[in-house]
T-cell receptor, first 116, second 114 residues
Framework: DAGVIQSPRHEVTEMGQEVTLRCKPISGHNSLFWYRQTMMRGLELLIYFNNNVPIDDSGMPEDRFSAKMPNASFSTLKIQPSEPRDSAVYFC??????????????FGEGSWLTVV | AQSVAQPEDQVNVAEGNPLTVKCTYSVSGNPYLFWYVQYPNRGLQFLLKYITGDNLVKGSYGFEAEFNKSQTSFHLKKPSALVSDSALYFCAVRDIGDFNKFYFGSGTKLNVKP
C-alpha cells in the first residue's frame, strides 16, 4: 500500500499568495484528517471528514483556511491569502470509518510550508 | 475535559537500558489509546494501540505499552533501548464520548545515547 500521499512536500511562498496542499488518502479509508504542527502549538487538528463530508472544522484557524474533499481519494487544504504565521508542517491522515473508535489513523509525510 | 498529558518534554536513556515514556489521559467515556513515533522531518508513524482486553499491548520495533485504568495511564516501554529509537513520541486518545475525537499529547523527545 502506498500510504497517505501529500503534495507538495515543501513549499515556499510569499505573503498574500494562495497555497493549496493536496492529499490522497489510503484506498478504502473513510475518514480523513488535516493537522498542523508547529513548535509553539504542537499538533493541532484543523478539520476532519468522514465519507467525504466535513464533520468538524472547529480547528480551522480563520476564514483564510478552507478544505474540501470532492471524492474519496482526494482532499485539499487551501490558504488564501497566506501569512507568515501560517508557516508550519501540515499533515494529512486517513483511517477507517470514523464511527469505529478502534480504527487507527495513518499519517502522510507532511507538507512543509514557509510563508515569507 | 478530555486531554492527554505527556509530563516529560524529554527523556534521556543509555543504549541497552530500559525506557519508559509516560502518558496519562482524561476522557468521558472508555479510552482508546494510541502511541505514535515521529522521526526528524517525517510524518507520525503508528506504533501500537489499546482498545480492550489485555492491559499489556505489544507493538512495532519491540515497543509495548501498559494500560492502567486506575491510574489513567498508558506508558510506553521498551526493555532495551537502541540509539535508533531516538525520536519524538506522541500519545493519543480517542474519546468515544466526544464524537470519537482524537486528542494528541504534546510529545516527548526520546534521546538514546550510545
Amino acid at each position: 500500500d502506498a500510504g497517505v500521499i501529500q503534495s507538495p512536500r515543501h513549499e515556499v511562498t510569499e505573503m498574500g499568495q494562495e497555497v493549496t496542499l493536496r492529499c490522497k488518502p489510503i484506498s478504502g479509508h473513510n475518514s480523513l484528517f488535516w493537522y498542523r504542527q508547529t513548535m509553539m502549538r504542537g499538533l493541532e487538528l484543523l478539520i476532519y471528514f468522514n465519507n467525504n463530508v466535513p464533520i468538524d472544522d472547529s480547528g480551522m484557524p480563520e476564514d483564510r483556511f478552507s478544505a474540501k474533499m470532492p471524492n474519496a481519494s482526494f482532499s485539499t487544504l487551501k490558504i488564501q491569502p497566506s501569512e507568515p504565521r501560517d508557516s508550519a508542517v501540515y499533515f494529512c491522515a486517513s483511517g477507517g470509518d470514523y464511527s469505529n473508535s478502534g480504527n487507527t489513523i495513518y499519517f502522510g509525510e507532511g507538507s512543509w510550508l514557509t510563508v515569507v | 475535559a478530555q486531554s492527554v498529558a505527556q509530563p516529560e518534554d524529554q527523556v534521556n536513556v543509555a543504549e541497552g537500558n530500559p525506557l519508559t515514556v509516560k502518558c496519562t489521559y482524561s476522557v468521558s467515556g472508555n479510552p482508546y489509546l494510541f502511541w505514535y513515533v515521529q522521526y526528524p522531518n517525517r510524518g507520525l508513524q503508528f506504533l501500537l494501540k489499546y482498545i480492550t482486553g489485555d492491559n499489556l499491548v505489544k507493538g512495532s520495533y519491540g515497543f509495548e505499552a501498559e494500560f492502567n485504568k486506575s491510574q489513567t495511564s498508558f506508558h510506553l516501554k521498551k526493555p532495551s533501548a537502541l540509539v535508533s529509537d531516538s525520536a519524538l513520541y506522541f500519545c493519543a486518545v480517542r474519546d468515544i464520548g466526544d464524537f470519537n475525537k482524537f486528542y494528541f499529547g504534546s510529545g516527548t523527545k526520546l534521546n538514546v545515547k550510545p
